[in-house]
Structures are given as C-alpha cells and as structure tokens.
C-alpha cells in the first residue's frame, strides 16, 4: 500500500489592504485623509496651505478689536495717501453728484398724476434743504449733508446723523439734521439686558436684533480739548431720534467697516515703495562717490568734515578737479529705479482697485492705451455699481429725511397751495409715493448712445420717462421747459421744430387736482 500525500488546497488570493486615514498631528485639528472620498480642496489642510488660516468668528466679534484701528488707518490713508484721497472723492462725485439727488414726487389720484400738487411738495422741500436751514450748524446744505456722509461711509464705514424735532431746530420747518461723528457712539458698552434684549458696540438692540437705542456720549472723544466729564458721559437715544447709516456685509451687523479696508494695506504698501523709490532716485542722479588711494590715505583731498569726524569733498557743477598722484574716484551709481518701477505700481493700483470695487482707468488717471470698447465695458459696469449705491443711500438715508421732514410740514400745516388750502395728513400717502434720481452721466460716444435710445423709443422698447431718468431728469421737468420754451419763442414770433425722438407729447401746466 503506497503512501499518498493530501493534495493541499490552493493559497488564498492576497487581499489589498483596506485605506488607511492619514493623520497630520501638527495641526490643532486632525484631519484625516481619505483617497478613496471626494474632498473640497478648500477644506483639506495640507503642507502646502496649512498657513491658510480660517476664522469661525462674526464680523461684530471681529470689528469689536479691530475697528478703532481699522479706522485709524482709513483715515491716516485719506490724509495722506493720493489714491485714497481719489477713491473717496469718486465716492462723493458719483453717488451725489454736483446737485445731489432730485426727488420726483408721484402722488397720483384717480389713476392721475397730482402734478401740481406733486410740484408745491417738491418745492417746499428745496425750500428747507436749503443752506443754513437744514442742518443743525448752518454750514451746509442738503447736498452738502450728502456729500460729507457719502465721504464718512467711505472712510469710517458708518455715518450717524440725528433728527431735530421742535424749536431746537432753528428753523420755520422745526426740523433740522445733526451729523454727528462716529467716535460719539460708545464702542466699549457691551451688556446683555433683562429683558432679553443686548447692547452691542453702543447699540442697544431688541431680542430679535433690532435697534431700539444709541448710546451716544456727550462729546467726541477724539476730541484734545474737551473735558474728561463731558468725555464719560453717555446718552441714551431713542433709535427713532438716529439715522445710523452702513452697508452690512453679513447678516445680524450692527456696526459699519470702512469701505477701503480690502485695499488699505496695499495702498499703504505702495506709499511706502513709493516713497522708497523716489530716495533711491534722489541718490542715483546725485552721482556720488568715494576717492581711494592704495595706501588708504585721504590727504590733501578732503576740504570739510561731517559731524563724526568724517573727512569729505564737495564737488561743483561744472568744476574738473585734478587729483593727486595714486588716487583714484570710484563712483557709487545707484541705477534704480529701473523700467520695472511702472508695471510693479500699476499691478498694486489694478490690486487696490478691485478691492475698492473701481477700474484701475479712473482710480489711476490711467487712460493710456484704452480704447473705445474697452472704456465702455469698463465704464458700463463700474456705473452699475455706483448707482447700486444711489439706491441704497436713497433707502437708509434720503427717504428717512423726506418722511419725517413731511410729517412735520404737515403738522405744522406749512405746505399751502395757492388757493390756501394745506396739505393735509390724508394727503401723506400719496406723497410718499416718490423716487429719487440720482446722477447719471455722459455717454461715451453720444452721437451713438442717442441715436440708440431715440431707436428704442420709436420702436416701443424704451419710454421717455426711463430714456430722460438715464440723463438724471424728470421727464415732466423737461416737457415743462420745452412748453416754456415753445411759449417764449411763439411770444418773440419764433418757430422751432422738435426733433422726431420728443414726438408731440405735452404736458398740461393748468392741471390741478387739489381738492
């Protein structure tokens, strides 16, 4: 009997590991590593952007620390820096304008306009936003209140202007605007409240985040000369009595951020390699030098000597010295700043200005080698933004001074039509139907840019009332000129035609609908 071996049966096929997670130890929190999971790049630390910090906080919690500094630094920037100061001043001149906004009152009634009616209200309220009547000092008008806020947001961020009711305001209206400066309002006061409400950064808000009061000391703190009494002390204002004005970038805000801040460091940065390139330039064309001898000795050509004993030669323009026998001139001749001085500049000022949300054309007075098409694109989009913040400076400013200027006009029964008869409080809603049209600007090519609009509008895709709102005018407005006109000319035995684009549409100055 043989002896047969037991067939053994075939080794099992080696199984791959399964993966294994990856661990970073360094970092504060350990992120493991899957190959075989889809990650967002953004959220996965690695050595390569393990600098690239995050930050879980709030933009209160970030403005509670920062924003004295912040705004120290925006307004050391307007003062000083040349861009800055351009970039705030754009502010001004775009969102306000030369006449500031114009308000186009629309009450209508029985599905008609009240234009005359519309036209007393307008006219009452140019008659207080007059210098001297307005605003609480006398100094400024309404535009000028306008234009001195616009500049306020842009550099601190936030504007506060307080609302004068009563005889305090020193005028026949009995109400009156006071800007006031942002340093005013209690940044340190921060307390949770017992009726569920809280005080954040001075701003004392309700339980479901809304402002209820301002905390607003007596005097500017920045002030050098004022007493310290007067510095500590804080007043409780009602939020109705303030009109706190800033543009939130996250919800549940409560204080402003300069606009600039993006931009702030870079621009700093440039100033400063500016400031280092023009030293550097000032010693380059200064053509200095060293006079050497192989023994080291400087006798015979130094004729003065510095404050530390140092021996040196002064060389005049147009004099050719000969110099002793074993001396030599060796010449220090700084060659920067070089040719890429330029493009290294306009790379910071195309950096700033995508931070401030502006061409680099019009920040940099830069229009070398720029064409038509692009100027335009350029030019079309930047507009879109500035009256982006037309809409929202009329929002949280314009309309809030309109209502309650309105509501005392009426109170006091100060807005009387020709035959006497007030506006009354039921007239209210009706003139609070209103808009305001802010600047708008130069066409491009205007012979194009018209022939276009005057295209659209006989072929009914655009009306004259949006076609005069892109020239900043009321279309009423000018069908009342154009009227005057026609009856002046008609009076002197002049004919004049108007061109095809107007049409025949006339507007009627006797129409009254004054109950």
Not at 335 to 352: C, D, I, M, R
Request: aromatic share 8%.
């Amino acid at each position: 009997m043989g002896f047969f071996r037991k067939k053994q049966p075939p080794a099992p096929t080696p199984q791959p590991a399964p993966a294994q997670p990856v661990f970073f130890p360094r970092y504060h929190a350990l992120v493991p590593f899957f190959r075989d999971i889809r990650n967002f790049s953004a959220g996965v630390v690695t050595r390569l952007n393990d600098v690239f910090s995050g930050s879980f906080g709030t933009v209160n919690s970030d403005l509670m620390g920062q924003m004295d500094l912040m705004r120290a630094r925006s307004r050391s920037l307007m003062r000083d820096n040349n861009h800055a100061k351009r970039f705030i001043q754009m502010c001004a001149t775009h969102i306000v304008g030369p006449n500031g906004f114009l308000l186009n009152v629309q009450g209508r009634r029985g599905g008609k306009l009240k234009q005359t009616t519309n036209n007393l209200i307008e006219d009452s309220f140019y008659a207080w936003a007059r210098r001297g009547v307005c605003e609480s000092t006398g100094h400024l008008s309404f535009v000028g209140v306008q234009e001195l806020l616009v500049k306020t947001l842009v550099r601190d961020g936030e504007a506060l202007v307080k609302k004068i009711n009563g005889p305090a305001a020193g005028n026949d209206w009995h109400f009156a605007l006071q800007v006031l400066a942002v340093d005013r309002l209690d940044t340190g006061m921060n307390k949770r409240l017992e009726n569920g409400g809280i005080i954040k950064m001075g701003v004392e808000l309700s339980p479901v985040g809304r402002p209820v009061a301002y905390h607003i000391k007596a005097s500017n703190p920045a002030e050098v000369y004022t007493g310290n009494s007067l510095q500590q002390k804080t007043q409780r204002v009602p939020a109705k009595e303030i009109l706190h004005i800033f543009l939130p970038l996250e919800p549940e805000q409560v204080r402003g951020v300069p606009w600039m801040h993006t931009a702030m460091e870079t621009l700093q940065k440039l100033g400063t390699f500016h400031d280092a390139a023009l030293i550097a330039a000032n010693v380059g064309a200064a053509k200095m030098g060293f006079f050497t001898t192989a023994e080291g000795s400087s006798l015979g050509l130094a004729d003065s000597q510095d404050s530390q004993g140092r021996l040196m030669t002064t060389v005049e323009a147009g004099v050719i010295d000969t110099l002793p026998v074993g001396t030599t001139f060796q010449s220090f001749d700084p060659t920067y700043p070089e040719a890429n001085y330029g493009p290294f500049v306009k790379s910071f000022l195309q950096a700033a200005a995508s931070g401030l949300g502006v061409s680099y054309a019009t920040l940099a007075n830069d229009l070398e080698g720029v064409n038509y098409s692009s100027i335009r694109a350029g030019v079309l989009e930047e507009r879109d933004n500035w009256m982006l913040l037309q809409n929202w400076f009329a929002e949280c400013f314009l309309t809030p001074v309109y209502e309650a200027w309105l509501d005392m006009a009426i109170l006091k029964g100060l807005i009387v039509s020709d035959r006497g008869i007030p506006l009354s409080i039921r007239d209210k809603g009706e003139a609070m139907r209103h808009v305001w049209q802010g600047r708008r600007w130069a066409w491009v090519d205007p012979l194009k840019d018209i022939e276009a609009t005057i295209a659209a509008i006989n072929n009914g895709l655009m009306s004259r009332t949006e076609a005069a709102a892109q020239q900043g005018r009321d279309l009423y407005d000018v069908w009342a000129q154009l009227q005057k006109e026609q009856d002046d000319a008609k009076n002197l035995g002049l004919n004049f035609t108007l061109g095809s684009g107007v049409a025949q549409d006339t507007v009627d100055p006797q129409q009254d609908n004054i109950p």
